[in-house]
Structure formats: structure tokens, C-alpha cells
């Protein structure tokens, strides 16, 4: 039958159907379980004497419809007594993919769809042989990581077979969803945030749930009858058993594009699509006095704040949407890590305020074909300069004074993401002993961003071509604004990506072309030229080279990958280089330019349940490296074996050797150095998820820089009752560096170019324990403490010199005609070293350290109504130094609890009022 056949004969199926559903008795869900349906290996759909249609007549996709109601027929109660639900049209034709694949589920599952003018709703009965093994363990809304059945939906509702909405509900009652942003059920935006409803019951039978997701919240294409993809997951915990509607095969890709498709949405439309959420928030923070100096004229013990503001979000057209904000409140709930960071490049973070979170990876081009060009917390960071003055009150953050998002899909396949924001110049009061004189001083000027990303989804397998474009501008304070010479005046960056997907997903080809591009005063070109991800000034690298009066750069990067995805051989291999002027760090994230990359991996996979393992593979990599100038700076192979076994125990272990090779980084800035062989292992143990009490171990060796280093780390997860969950992750780790960098000074040697360069061993050792409590009032209120004991040392010894360029050795200090003699300060306490090479003799500075710190987070959220969100946050940061001579011990960890630090307590409020 040809395409125009088959439209017409799909047609015909449809009107027959709907006529024949007119016509046909009430059959309600209980009833329905009576009746033995094969419709599954057919399409599963549903004739009109409650039958199932001839296989044979019925092509894939499979069929579902939705059948209209009265807005008074329904109420979300999780109890399917409405009469919505007796005319309403139910399937059941589900099956395992585990963990039989393929074949009939152990419980039944019946799903049905009715919609009003405003809302999609649905009705679901999962049945229970036994209900007493349904579990239903609270959490907050959107936590998924707690033991309970689930209902999971899926809605593709542009039809573009590869993105999807999905909205899922335990039998608790708590609500989960995200969004796919590409054809893989694994790939997830847990960022989507709509306002939906959702009950459930637990009855004899099993348990119910009915949800309410209004069109509003959804993105569709503006027609007559909407047809959208549809999928329905369900997961039974106690049995590890996972059904779906449309299954796909384990040893195959795809998600949105496997789906069925929902019928009968005639005359849909996503309404006016307009929100305001008006906020009110205060906080208070106090500070240990220990922390508070009399000589400091700034200084306070508490500081109170308080803020008004609103979040608009307002369709345009029927495809896209524009968020915006009045004086808004970016606030994070949840805090950042503590971290001990001596490798030269910037800490990377993961962003956690709301409003940049949503549909993040829409903007950053979900990642896989391009660069970094967005990295949101460029946005409101820390002031970048710092006042030359004895003391100073710099604004933690810089001031966002507004910021507006436009984002969708249009009905020709491609999707439009624009982002814009204000941030405020920020200024330090600051006092000069001295002259006893106060002054302000500029830490950060006005700076607007602007971010832009369209995606062209083409053909059957979703293919894409996409085109990103950044913008920073900064308005200076004339030209003796000394953050004129730390930040670039403008920035740009962006290029275009593809994805071709082949064989239905099976082969990927992708790549991308990207252009950066950026100006300012020749001091801050010149921090750029000069800092870890460039290093214009090695001096026996010519492909670069420092120009002190440069003001502007311009550079490029691009990629080409291939991979496939299907089967029991899966391989994949690439090229990526950046060049050397490549910089994106103003609103985006580059870490190194100058290089080159090329990788391949094949990993062989069985998928089929054997005597002890349900699934594992076993794959092997490799990989090398070089900079413009043709340098070989990275050399890896590798091998790794996973498997679960039949209890669903995890196991796994990685293994690298990484050859010799020449550093052209090692030295900061200096000439190459040999960076000798090592190798690392690491592995990990896991028991069955599901259980009640599980747990992960983690472990890792490796010999980097002629170190012995390793760490250990356990997770442990409790569920003591369905509303109380614990975890506990405590890690412990010691890293020996014997290539530390500590500093550079002038040295009369060619052999190095004239300059010293200087390195140590350290000896790092740290201790932590992240510590996580829920406890679930209900699916709507809970508290969460989130909690991190943390101590870290680091001791430095060793201390020599890079001999000649390309060494892989050191001259040691003490040795080879020198002299190290180490001097104490009993009055300061402090340490440093004196060290003496023929005429010259200079002094090393102390850098051990030692310390401990307690962060922590605790956090009430009470969704009062949908969209309206009451938290009450207290916050704590506490940390303090210790004996910088000694090394942490197990005992340390819990130091930082009688630290000084600061304390705050917010509380924000905030309500949905849709017009």
C-alpha cells in the first residue's frame, strides 16, 4: 500500500473507530479487566464490539483517542467514579521490558484519556494482586529517587519524533516531570516545571491516579485535530518489573520516535498562555563575631534584606513563550560544595536558580555538538575586581536587574531560544587606614547578555541543524574604570551544529563549526593572552606568542563525530580542535584552547538475561592529543566492564594508561615538560536500587605526577518509613603530586628561558560526608536538609625546580649545589623557606594548609496551590583554619560544627495567577 493509501485507509480506521466508540456499551475500567484483550501485537486498538481490530489491517503506529467531556464531568480526586471515565475509551495492551522482555505484564494496567478546552486529563487503574506490595513512599515533588510504583507519560506533542513532555505520579500522590529534549528516554530536562494536578487511591484492586495537565502548560503546532505521540510507562518496584505501552527494544534507540499516537484532540488550543508570579522575600543573616573586626569599619553581625518582585510568563502566538522579570529573585535555594582547588583553571559549578535552570538545554544546545557557548552563572557572579584598599564591603553578587527568555517551536520544525539579561554596576565602599578616608571604587560595570539558539529538525529521524549567536556588552565608567583591565569591553561567540541521525537513530553524524571573537583594553586582552586556558607566553611554542598591545582576539573551533547507536556492537569516534585564540569565558566555558582531540570506543554489550549477569558489556578506548603546534600532549587507551547481575547488583571497573608525553600547561605559562607515564583503576559495586536500604561503593587508584593516590566513597540510602528517607555519602581521598606548580621567578639559564619555574609535592587529603534527610508531610509539603562536614590539608615538600625544557625530571632543592633552609616566625606563626642557588637567594612561601567547614541547607517547601510555592531556607556556612603543619584524620570531620561563619534564614513567597 503506497503513503497516500495508507493516509487514507488511517483515516478511515479513525472515523470508523470513533463512530463505532459512539455506539459501543460502557465499558468502565473494572469491567474492562475482564475481558482478555490481544490487541497488543495489532496496534492495541479497540473495536466497536469491545474487541480488538484485525493486526493485519492496522499499521504502526499504534492508536489511542481521547474523547472530549464537560469541564463539570471530572474532578481530580484519584477516585475514577466520574462519568467522564464510563464514556471514556480504555487500552491495556502493555508489555515488559523488564525484566522479561517482551513479555506479558504480571499486573494490569488500564489507561484512558478525556480532555476539556483547557486540559488533557488522564485516568489510570494499575491493578495489584496483592495491594500490600505497592509502595508508596513520599518525597517532594520532582524527587524520583524514592521506592515507589509509578505511572509515567509521555507526550510528544509537536509530533516531531524526538522531543517529548513527560508527567508521571507514584502511588503516593508525589508529581514528577521533565522534558526530552532529544530522542532518548535517558536524556532529561528535569527543569520543565509546569503547573499540573495529580491524585491517587490505593484500593483492593491495586491503585488509581488521575491527572489534569492543562494545554497551557503544554507547546504544540496550532491545527484543527491534534495528533500527538504518546507513550505510558509503568514501574513496579517490588518486582523490578517495567511495562510499557510502546517498549523499545533494549538493544535499540530511539524514544519519541518509537511512540504511538493520541487521537480526537479536536479543536485544542493552548488558550491565552498568560502567568504572573508575584514574589515577596526577606532574609536575615548573622555572622560569628569572631569573624567581625573592630578595626573593620564595615563590619556587622547582621545584615537584613527584603524583595519585591514578579516573573511573567506570556505565549506568543500558539508556539512560543517569553518569561520575564521585575526586579527578580535569583536566589538559590540550594548551595554549592566545598571544594579544594590548586589546578590554575576556575571551579565549575552546577547552576541552581530557577529561572535559568528552565529550559536550559534548549539555549546551550543540549550539549553534544558544540562548545559551551552558554554557562548561566556567568550571570550575576561575584564582582571581578577587587578594591586596593586596608578594607572593603564588595557586593557578594552582581545585581540582575532584569532578565526576559523567549523560547519554542514553530510548526515548520524549528526551535527558537533567546536569552537577555541586565546585570547593575556594582561599586565597594572601601578605607584607607592611612589617611583615615573612605571611597568607593567600581568592582564590576553595567553588563547585558544576550544569548540566541535556533534548531532545524529535518527528515523522518530527526535530524538537526542548529546556529548559536552570544553577546556581552559592558558600559565602563570612563577610561579610568579600573574593571577596564580585568574584563573584556564586548564579546562575541557562536557558529552552527548538525546532528544526522541514520537508520532511524541507529548511525549519528555530528559536528560543528564555531567562531569566537573578543575586544577590550590592552591589559585585560593581555589577561586573556596570559591565563591557564591560552598561555601565549610559552616561550618555545612559535604557533603563539604574547602581544602586550593586542585588543582584541579572534578564534575557532570545530568537530566531527561518528557513532552507532544500535546493537550489540556499539562504537563511536571523533575530532575536536579549538584553536588557540578560541575564548568564550565571558558568558560561556572554555577551560583549554589550544588543542586537539581525537577519541574512539567500541564496547561490545549482551543484553539478553544469561545464568548470572541480565545484561553486560565490555569495550575498550583510546585517545591522543596535540596543540597547533603539533605537540603530542595527551596519549590514553583504556578498557571497562559493566554488567547487573540477576539480583540486580551493579558492577563495574575502568582501567587507563595514559604513555609519556610533553606538558605544554604543566609550567603555566613556561616551556613544555615531560609528564611521565601512569595508570588508574576505578570501580564501583551497587545493590538492587529498589531495595529499602541500598547502597554504592566507589574506589579509585592512580599514579599521576609519581603520586599514589586513592579514594574511597560509600552511598547509603534508608527508608525507614514512607515518609522518612536518609542518605549518607561519606568519601575519604589522598592525592600525591610530585609536579605541583608553585610559582615562576627570573633565572639567569637559557635552559629555561631565563625564569625559574617551581614545583612541589603536596599531599592532599580530605574527608567528607554529605548528608541528605526527607521527610514528606504530604506530596505537597516537605522538609529537606541537605548537609556537608568537610576537611581538607595539604602539606607541600620537596620543593625544586624544571632543570632544562622537556625535562621529566627535577632539580630538588638541597641537592645539585643548592641550599633550602627553612625559617620560623614563632611571633606570626608562620613558615617559609630560604633558598640558595649560586649568587641568587630567594624565599619560598609556606602553602600548607589545613581546615574544615559545615555547609548546610534546610528547606521547607509547602506548595500552598498549584504554581504557589511557600520556602522557608535556613542556611549555614561555617569554616575555620587549623594547624596548617598537620594532616587530616577521620576525627576532623565533624570540626567545622563549632566554626564561626554566617547563618541566614530566608523566606519567599511566591504566587501562580493565571489570566
Not at 565602563?476 to 573584556?488: C, K, Q, S, W, Y
Not at 623557606?833 to 581546615?851: I, K, R, S, W
Amino acid at each position: 500500500m503506497g503513503r497516500m493509501g495508507r493516509a487514507r485507509f488511517t483515516r478511515v480506521v479513525h472515523a470508523f473507530a470513533i463512530a463505532a466508540f459512539l455506539c459501543s456499551p460502557i465499558v468502565f475500567p473494572d469491567q474492562l479487566a475482564a475481558q482478555e484483550q490481544t490487541a497488543s501485537d495489532g496496534g492495541g486498538l479497540v473495536g466497536a464490539d469491545g474487541g480488538p481490530v484485525d493486526p493485519d489491517a492496522v499499521s504502526p503506529p499504534k492508536l489511542v483517542f481521547a474523547v472530549p467531556v464537560e469541564d463539570a464531568d471530572l474532578r481530580v480526586d484519584g477516585v475514577l467514579d466520574d462519568e467522564a471515565w464510563r464514556t471514556a475509551q480504555w487500552f491495556s495492551d502493555f508489555r515488559q521490558k523488564e525484566p522479561v522482555e517482551g513479555a506479558e505484564p504480571t499486573e494490569r494496567t488500564e489507561i484512558a484519556f478525556v480532555f476539556d478546552e483547557g486540559n488533557l486529563y488522564v485516568g489510570a487503574r494499575m491493578h495489584a494482586r496483592d495491594p500490600s506490595t505497592i509502595l508508596a513512599a513520599l518525597s517532594r515533588r520532582d524527587d524520583g529517587s524514592s521506592r515507589s510504583d509509578k505511572l509515567i507519560v509521555s507526550l510528544d506533542t509537536y509530533r516531531d519524533l524526538r522531543t517529548a513532555y513527560t508527567f508521571a505520579v507514584t502511588a503516593a500522590g508525589v508529581r514528577l516531570d521533565w522534558y526530552h529534549p532529544e530522542d532518548s528516554e535517558h536524556q532529561r530536562d528535569d527543569t520543565f516545571n509546569p503547573v499540573w494536578q495529580a491524585e491517587t487511591r490505593i484500593d483492593s484492586l491495586g491503585w488509581t491516579a488521575e491527572m489534569r495537565i492543562p494545554f497551557s502548560q503544554l507547546r504544540f503546532n496550532d491545527r484543527d485535530e491534534q495528533v500527538w505521540g504518546i507513550n505510558v510507562n509503568r514501574w513496579i518496584p517490588d518486582k523490578n518489573e517495567d511495562i510499557y505501552w510502546v517498549a523499545v527494544p533494549r538493544e535499540e534507540t530511539g524514544w519519541s520516535s518509537r511512540f504511538g499516537e493520541l487521537h480526537g484532540l479536536n479543536g485544542v488550543t493552548s488558550g491565552q498562555r498568560r502567568e504572573v508570579s508575584p514574589y515577596v522575600a526577606t532574609e536575615a543573616v548573622i555572622t560569628s563575631p569572631e569573624l567581625v573586626s573592630d578595626s573593620d569599619p564595615f563590619a556587622t553581625r547582621s545584615d537584613m534584606r527584603a524583595r519585591v518582585g514578579a516573573d511573567l510568563k506570556m505565549g506568543i502566538g500558539s508556539n512560543l513563550t517569553l518569561d520575564a522579570t521585575i526586579n527578580p529573585d535569583f536566589g538559590q535555594v540550594d548551595g554549592d560544595p566545598a571544594v579544594v582547588n590548586l589546578s590554575g583553571f576556575e571551579t565549575v559549578f552546577d547552576e541552581r536558580r530557577p529561572f535559568f535552570t528552565e529550559g536550559s538545554q534548549i539555549l546551550s544546545g543540549n550539549g553534544r555538538q558544540g562548545p559551551n557557548y552558554y554557562y548561566s552563572r556567568r550571570i550575576g557572579a561575584p564582582p571581578h575586581a577587587y578594591p586596593d584598599a586596608d578594607y572593603s564591603d564588595s557586593p557578594r553578587v552582581s545585581t540582575i536587574l532584569g532578565a526576559g527568555k523567549l523560547s519554542g517551536r514553530l510548526s515548520s520544525g524549528l526551535s527558537v531560544a533567546a536569552l537577555g539579561a541586565l546585570t547593575s554596576r556594582e561599586h565597594a565602599s572601601t578605607y584607607n587606614v592611612a589617611d583615615d578616608r573612605y571611597g568607593e571604587t567600581s568592582v564590576e560595570p553595567m553588563t547585558g547578555f544576550g544569548v540566541l539558539r535556533v534548531q532545524q529538525e529535518v527528515g523522518p529521524s530527526a535530524s538537526t541543524f542548529g546556529l548559536t549567536a552570544t553577546a556581552v556588552g559592558r558600559n565602563f565608567e570612563g577610561i579610568a574604570d579600573p574593571t577596564r583591565l580585568v574584563l573584556n569591553s564586548r564579546a562575541f561567540s557562536g557558529g552552527g551544529d548538525f546532528l544526522v541521525r541514520v537508520g532511524g537513530g541507529a548511525y549519528e553524524i555530528n559536528g560543528h563549526m564555531g567562531l569566537s571573537h573578543i575586544e577590550g583594553s590592552p591589559e585585560a586582552i593581555t589577561r586573556i593572552q596570559t591565563s591557564n586556558a591560552h598561555l601565549f607566553q610559552r616561550p618555545d611554542q612559535d604557533h603563539v606568542s604574547y602581544d602586550g598591545t593586542r585588543t582584541s582576539m579572534t578564534g575557532g573551533s570545530g568537530s566531527i563525530q561518528v557513532a552507532k547507536r544500535e546493537g550489540s556492537l556499539l562504537w563511536s569516534g571523533g575530532v575536536w580542535a579549538d584553536s588557540p585564540e578560541w575564548e568564550l569565558n565571558d558568558v560561556g566555558l572554555v577551560r583549554r584552547a589550544d588543542d586537539i582531540q581525537s577519541w574512539a570506543n567500541v564496547t561490545y554489550r549482551q543484553t539478553e538475561p544469561g545464568a548470572t549477569f541480565r545484561n553486560w558489556s565490555i569495550g575498550g578506548n583510546g585517545g591522543m592529543g596535540w596543540n597547533f603546534g603539533g605537540t603530542r600532549k595527551d596519549t590514553r587507551i583504556g578498557t571497562n566492564i559493566r554488567g547487573t547481575f540477576n539480583n540486580y547488583w551493579q558492577a563495574g571497573l575502568n582501567m587507563n594508561y595514559f604513555p609519556a608525553v610533553q606538558s605544554d600547561g604543566l609550567t603555566r605559562g613556561g616551556p613544555l615538560m615531560g609528564r611521565g607515564g601512569f595508570g588508574s583503576a576505578s570501580g564501583y559495586v551497587a545493590n538492587n536500587f529498589s531495595s529499602r536500604t541500598s547502597w554504592n561503593l566507589e574506589g579509585f587508584w592512580g599514579n599521576q605526577y609519581y603520586g599514589d593516590d586513592w579514594a574511597v566513597g560509600i552511598e547509603l540510602r534508608f527508608q525507614p518509613n514512607d515518609r522518612l528517607r536518609l542518605a549518607v555519602a561519606p568519601g575519604v581521598s589522598r592525592y600525591t603530586n610530585q609536579r605541583q606548580y608553585y610559582g615562576t621567578i627570573e633565572r639567569d639559564s637559557d635552559r629555561t628561558y631565563g625564569s625559574r619555574y617551581m614545583f612541589a609535592t603536596v599531599r592532599q587529603s580530605e574527608i567528607s560526608a554529605e548528608i541528605r534527610v526527607n521527610y514528606s508531610f504530604t506530596p505537597d509539603m516537605s522538609l529537606e536538609l541537605w548537609a556537608e562536614p568537610f576537611a581538607a590539608s595539604g602539606t607541600f615538600s620537596r620543593f625544586g625546580e624544571l632543570p632544562e625544557a622537556q625535562s621529566f625530571d627535577l632539580r630538588e632543592y638541597g641537592t645539585d649545589g643548592t641550599t633550602i633552609e627553612e625559617v620560623y616566625e614563632p611571633e606570626t606563626g608562620s613558615r617559609s623557606y630560604v633558598v640558595t642557588d649560586g649568587g641568587q637567594t630567594f624565599e619560598l612561601l609556606d602553602a600548607d594548609f589545613n581546615g574544615v567547614s559545615f555547609r548546610s541547607n534546610l528547606v521547607l517547601r509547602w506548595e500552598l496551590r498549584p504554581g504557589s510555592t511557600l520556602f522557608v531556607v535556613w542556611q549555614q556556612n561555617l569554616s575555620e583554619g587549623r594547624d596548617p603543619g598537620s594532616e587530616v584524620r577521620f576525627g576532623d570531620l565533624f570540626g567545622g560544627f563549632g566554626a564561626p561563619g554566617h547563618n541566614a534564614l530566608a523566606i519567599k513567597m511566591n504566587y501562580w495567577i493565571p489570566f
